[in-house]
């Protein structure tokens, strides 16, 4: 089956530092989804991407999706400790129906 | 935006008993409901796809007979475990999509078998 494979597992940042995480993928994906999940709560949708290269915006919040539609990239500038979660990335093959394919997850953890 | 409501959030049940989780899309209508399996510090995992008015599809690997998913209005999915054991504990999360793209997830249950 398909497999996302999201970067890093983990980050300890300090407060005001910008942080980077990306998603592969060995096959196509034509959307591509961004959620953040806090402990003992379902995932919460950040951003959605339905076109190759589009590069997508939600406050500080940057997503990108690949040019080859194997990848994305989730920029969270300026961190605050509420930025703390889980943050999973998530493939479809299909833009508004059909099964979604989640990445094992970047845990964050911000030091104030 | 969309709500899903999914209740209990957390369960505690004997070993060999039925729980049924419930999950209702409160402003939408959904024909599809997914219902996702996560294990502490892991990714959800896929188990069961809800079809309104139709059987649910299930994942590889998924006991069709030990998670019994009845989808019967647009607006509610069940999810029960029959003759739950401790491997059963886990976090159960439904998801429906509001017709735009993405999806919206309920709050989760933690069920737990002693």
């Known amino acids: 089956g398909q497999q996302l494979n999201q970067s890093p597992q983990s980050m300890f940042i300090q407060e005001g530092e910008d942080v980077s995480m990306n998603c592969t993928s060995s096959?196509?994906?034509?959307?591509w989804l961004w959620y953040k999940q806090e402990p003992g709560e379902g995932p919460v949708l950040l951003i959605a991407?339905?076109?190759?290269?589009e590069l997508t915006s939600n406050g500080r919040l940057t997503a990108q999706f690949g040019i080859t539609r194997k990848d994305s990239f989730l920029n969270i500038s300026a961190s605050i400790p509420s930025d703390v979660g889980i943050y999973f990335c998530a493939g479809q093959l299909s833009a508004n129906a059909g099964k979604s394919t989640f990445g094992d997850g970047t845990t964050l953890t911000v030091k104030p | 935006g969309a709500v899903v409501s999914q209740h209990p959030s957390w369960v505690i049940c004997k070993s060999g008993t039925s729980v049924k989780i419930e999950c209702r899309s409160l402003?939408?209508?959904?024909?599809?409901m997914f219902w996702y399996r996560q294990f502490p510090k892991q990714s959800l995992m896929l188990m069961a796809t809800?079809?309104?008015?139709?059987?649910?599809?299930?994942e590889q690997g998924v006991e069709k007979d030990k998670f019994l998913i009845n989808h019967a209005s647009l607006t509610l999915s069940t999810l029960t475990v029959t003759s739950a054991h401790p491997e059963d504990s886990s976090f159960y999360i439904c998801?429906?999509?509001?017709?735009?793209?993405?999806?919206?997830f309920g709050s989760g249950t933690r069920l737990t078998v002693v």
């Open positions: 991407l339905y076109k190759a290269g």
């Open positions: 096959s196509i994906f034509n959307t």
């Open positions: 402003d939408f209508q959904a024909t599809t």
């Open positions: 809800s079809n309104e008015g139709s059987k649910a599809t299930y």
């Open positions: 998801s429906g999509s509001p017709g735009d793209y993405g999806y919206t």
